[in-house]
């Protein structure tokens, strides 16, 4: 089959025209010389000059539109303008020279050599073929049949362009096949390079390649999301720069060291954040027993957030319980309201302390299993009030202070605390009115719950944070939360108390999260006339006016 050279720097287009090159140099070296031969021979022959000089205008035209890919390998008319040429224009050389004063023989060399590289096998044996029976009657035209010494040297010479253009043809076989072998492997290369750039631009783990001094080669877009970097943050750079990421690097130079995969789990701890916790698989690149002096080590670790993990596995978890309990809550809600009515029936023809304990017991339980009730199908109506909210923005200050008063209204002797408004009168927030109502009773009614009885127990307070933001906090000083319940506080049907339905939390937190603020705890100090009291204190960040885009909500919709 003959082989096309494909379009570009290929390896046969250049031996194409380093060809096309060597004869147009043979033509101004036989043009060069034969003046040179003139002038100290004093010998004219204008029919060899003038072949001299149609053989280098012949090679500089070829030159000049022959600079792309080479003819088709095999036989035929399109080497006529290179080897035709070369083989006609030699043996006219031969013929016009003078008396012997030149031979051009050895010039028959350069059309076998481009036939045996270029071409197939057979134009190659069929060029050397045509030389030696033009060197056979070149012998026979000057000696006639008298001298066999002569025929002998012309077949010593055929036979060795026959050695020549052989080997020379299988080697240029050997160069197709590697050129083949070449191009299939850049193919594959290329396509091996693209996917394994589209699996790194979406993988949802951080990948990292980086060298034994902690320079970091490649990362993709979660890894520099992962370490505080820009998407389009300079690669490469240190990773050592931050002492933040010393657990990191301390695995990666004992996977070195080992030369095996490592796997652990860190905390990255930055300062002023909390704590990171990553999932750490590394692999070194090579063995030592593979070492070269070219060859450096490299390790690739792949990070996964275990926030991350963890928020699907609760996401899958909770979205089931979720269906589940709603549908529970809605099967049994006509129920309930059956008993409820038949309890209040029934307490109206009741006349005994006895019996009406009893019938208050129902009735209080009732209301309870009532309120759990309404919790559960509570997440359904939040969830699509959520989705439906236009975007409205608020004064911080006036809303809080109105929240306050209606929620102190319900029971003034009883809700009793301190109201400090320091975000200022101009300060505006996006949040929905109803929406921060709902967030604020929640968070006063569970401070209320864990209060204590002292003066100053509670705070409801607003500010502006350094960075800018508004921030609204509900403090208390109920005891301390146990660790195993500060992991779970904003998690839905998790309560420390039996009578609780366990969403009061969840609930502000999805609103938050709609509205693009943030909502989180922690143990705070206060100074009050009797000292310095630790509470607990709820904060929730604003992110300001803006309205983010609409995301999806870690708990299933359910329209009940």
């Not at 690669?235 to 995969?261: C, I, T």
């Not at 608020?394 to 975000?423: C, T, Y």
């Amino acid at each position: 089959m003959a082989y096309q050279p494909s379009a570009g720097n290929t390896p046969f287009e250049r031996l194409w025209r380093g060809f096309l090159t060597a004869r147009v140099m043979v033509a101004l070296a036989l043009l060069a010389l034969q003046l040179l031969g003139m002038a100290l021979n004093q010998v004219r022959e204008p029919a060899l000059l003038a072949t001299c000089l149609g053989y280098l205008a012949a090679t500089a035209l070829l030159r000049l539109l022959g600079d792309g890919a080479p003819p088709q390998r095999g036989p035929g008319l399109q080497w006529l303008p290179s080897i035709g040429v070369d083989l006609l224009l030699v043996s006219l050389m031969q013929v016009l020279q003078h008396a012997g004063t030149m031979n051009f023989t050895p010039l028959f060399g350069l059309p076998i050599l481009m036939a045996s590289v270029l071409g197939t096998l057979l134009l190659a044996l069929g060029t050397t073929a045509g030389v030696t029976l033009l060197l056979l009657a070149w012998a026979w035209w000057q000696d006639g049949t008298s001298d066999a010494s002569r025929y002998l040297q012309t077949a010593l010479t055929g036979t060795g362009y026959f050695i020549v253009a052989y080997l020379a043809q299988q080697l240029a076989t050997r160069l197709t096949s590697e050129q083949q072998v070449a191009q299939r492997s850049q193919m594959d290369a290329r396509t091996q390079k693209a996917v394994s750039a589209l699996v790194m631009q979406h993988v949802a783990d951080g990948v990292l390649v980086l060298d034994q001094q902690g320079l970091v080669r490649l990362a993709n877009p979660a890894a520099m999301h992962m370490l505080g970097h820009d998407d389009n943050a300079a690669v490469p750079f240190m990773l050592g720069h931050s002492s933040a990421w010393a657990p990191l690097m301390e695995l990666a130079h004992k996977a070195f060291l080992h030369e095996q995969p490592e796997e652990g789990s860190l905390n990255i701890l930055h300062e002023g954040q909390p704590p990171m916790g990553l999932h750490v698989r590394i692999w070194v690149t090579h063995s030592q027993e593979h070492d070269t002096a070219l060859a450096e080590p490299l390790c690739v670790m792949f990070l996964h957030d275990l926030r991350e993990m963890e928020a699907r596995l609760r996401t899958e978890k909770l979205a089931s319980m979720g269906r589940m309990s709603a549908a529970v809550a809605h099967e049994i809600r006509n129920p309930l309201a059956a008993i409820v009515q038949a309890n209040e029936l029934l307490d109206e023809d009741l006349d005994d302390p006895g019996h009406k304990r009893l019938t208050l017991m129902v009735r209080q339980n009732a209301e309870r299993l009532v309120r759990i009730t309404e919790d559960v199908l509570d997440i359904a109506r939040v969830q699509h009030q959520i989705g439906h909210t236009p975007s409205n923005t608020l004064a911080l200050d006036a809303s809080v202070a109105q929240v306050w008063a209606d929620w102190r209204a319900h029971e003034p002797a009883r809700r009793q605390g301190l109201l400090l408004l320091e975000a200022g009168d101009a300060t505006q927030v996006e949040f929905d009115a109803d929406h921060l109502r709902r967030v604020l009773i929640n968070l006063l009614d569970n401070a209320l719950r864990y209060m204590s009885q002292e003066a100053g127990a509670l705070l409801l307070a607003t500010r502006i944070t350094g960075s800018g933001r508004a921030e609204l906090q509900v403090w208390s000083d109920g005891a301390p939360l146990d660790k195993s319940v500060e992991r779970h506080l904003f998690e839905p049907f998790f309560s420390s108390e039996s009578r609780s339905s366990g969403l009061g939390l969840y609930i502000c937190r999805e609103l938050c999260q709609r509205h693009g603020a943030a909502i989180g705890y922690r143990r705070s100090v206060r100074t009050l006339e009797r000292g310095q009291i630790e509470g607990n204190a709820f904060i929730v960040t604003f992110r300001g006016a803006i309205r983010p885009a609409d995301t999806g909500s870690l708990f299933d919709t359910i329209v009940v």
